[in-house]
């Protein structure tokens, strides 16, 4: 199956349960500064499984887009990449375990045609600590869809990942219990690590098995679903959010249970091929089958596969960045759009791609051009330190990682300048010096937003629908080339981002501010509506990237109750439900106007008193 069609089919598949499709959410999360990017598919979901009513009702799906930056490294392999779409479905407070499991089975072997025999689950085992018991629901539920296929599914206990490679798989064993490290989800890891308050429970894993891949013994004696060797490819996760952790330590059962369903879709279309290697579907071979062209290298060949792994998950990463409109740049989304470029030219380079025929895309081939540039410099620089270390056989790690930060010079390239000089790179100092600097910003973006953790309380949510009412007073004063770029929401501020060409006027700011404050004071009501797309544009609504999002939108809609409109935009976060509320925080207040990237303005707000 080509990728669209898994998409779509699943989708359909969800509707046809009585889920509203949403459209994806975009990479950077609109109101979490804690994060740079959305990196799951329950990221943008997090208000509704806390207790926040979703406009749509009690049934969701999606393919939300994910960006994991910690994952750069680990790409090459045949399953690992930094961006996917996690296809996802949520029931908040309505169906449960049973409903879900056997949507899935109905899903994977019913829709897809998965071959039932390669077919595995893993369930949560328990958690003594926390004296939460092992989920004997989901075990039972799945013995009875494999049973209806004729396949007896035994039940084992691994424990850890870990025993699971000593003791490995036995004949007829189906189904697998794990401890909490792995079939335990709640946002601060296992039950011990919960606060008070804190809503978890048990998951249930699905994986799909490759027989042809061999296993390797390097992560353990034997094999088992939970291995790495990747006999074993997990297409998807069910999360039960069943309990609440009390202050006393112990859990008791939600009122309102949850279901959390992610599965990566690049991962799923693999297995409908049968295929274990990823980068075998039409959305990487599109650009892989290109750079064999230009290459004369074959995808086949395993001495450059890893190379056009490389290459074909970041160009595809870096271009869905760019579309959003995150360019290449040194510090925070755009360090990483920079890296993924850079990095997939010193493959390119690999493969003898010719320059400047990495890809079609204007702001990478200018990246690369740049970085040719850079790579002069860091070259020199490199020379200079491999005629300093000769004696010692050695380029420090400390040395790797100035050329790295300061020059821009990838550690890749450092280690083969050195291999052909002759000489070694000292890793595991150069890694103690990233780590250190990744702590180091961690912290320094810890301090830049405190106190404002981008919640979904009633100040953070009030800021939110004030930007909608900036927004229209932006475009009521500057014009209808206004469109949102960004925005970055805390409970002490707003920053927002739009389109215009030059620095805005004081006194254009305080209309704004005047027109902000006027609908404030109206207590406009907040309608939400589901529409088509086309309809939504006629309607005069506004919104950024209407190509992303699917036929049908939601809307929501500023209006008093004289009829007077003050906003009407496409969204997805949370909204007062009057604009009355926002009043209690004080007047809305433009603190600051500047630029912030080219033909982008950038404002902070505040709520005050005066």
Known sequence: MKTAEVRDKYLKFMEDKGHKVVPSSPLVPENDPTTLFTGSGMQPMIQYLLGAKHPLGTRITD??????????????????????????????????????????????????????????????????????????????????????????????DMGSEENGGKRGMREGERIFYYDSKKNWWSRAGVPANMPAGEPGGPDSEMFYEFPDIEHDTAFGEYCHPNCDCGRFIEIGNNVFMQYKKLEDGSFIELENKNIDYGGGLERITAATEGSADVFTIDTFQNIINPLEERSGKSYEDVEYQESFRIIADHLRAAEAMIEEGILPSNTEQGYFVRRLIRRSII??????????????????????????????????????????????????????????????????????????????????????????????????AEQKFKGGLADHSEKTTAFHTATHLMLAGLRKYLGEHITQRGSNITSERARFDFTHESK?????????????NKSIQAGAKVEIEEMDKEEARESGATGAFWEKYPERVTIYTIKDSEGNVYSRELCGGPHVESTADISKFGKFKITKESSSSAGVRRVKAIFTEE
């Not at 072997?109 to 004997?136: H, M, N, Q, S």
């Not at 380079?349 to 990495?358: H, T």
């Not at 805005?504 to 902000?516: G, M």
């Open 63 to 156: 393919s939300q887009k994910c960006f994991r930056a910690d994952d750069i490294e680990e790409v090459g392999d045949n399953r690992h990449t930094t961006f996917f779409e996690m296809l996802g479905n949520w029931s908040f407070g309505d169906y449960f375990k049973e409903e879900q499991i056997r949507w899935m089975w109905e899903f994977f072997i019913g829709e897809l045609k998965l071959d039932p025999k390669r077919f595995y689950v893993t369930c949560f085992g328990g958690d003594e600590d926390a004296v939460v018991p092992r989920d004997e629901d989901a075990p039972r539920v799945w013995q009875e869809l494999f049973g209806g296929v004729g396949i007896e599914a035994e039940v084992a």
């Open 347 to 444: 493959h390119a380079d690999k493969l003898g791609v010719p320059a400047g025929e990495l890809s079609e895309n204007e702001t990478i081939k200018a990246e690369e051009e740049q970085f040719r540039k850079t790579l002069e410099t860091g070259k020199k620089m490199f020379n200079k330190l491999g005629g300093s270390t000769t004696k010692l056989g050695e380029i420090s790690g400390h040395d790797a990682y100035v050329l790295f930060t300061t020059y821009g010079f990838p550690i890749e390239l450092t280690e083969e300048l050195a291999k052909e000089a002759g000489l070694s790179v000292n890793l595991q100092e150069f890694k103690a010096e990233m780590k250190k600097h990744k702590e180091q910003s961690r912290t320094g």
């Open 504 to 516: 805005v006027d004081r006194e254009v700011l305080d209309k704004v501010e005047e027109y902000v």
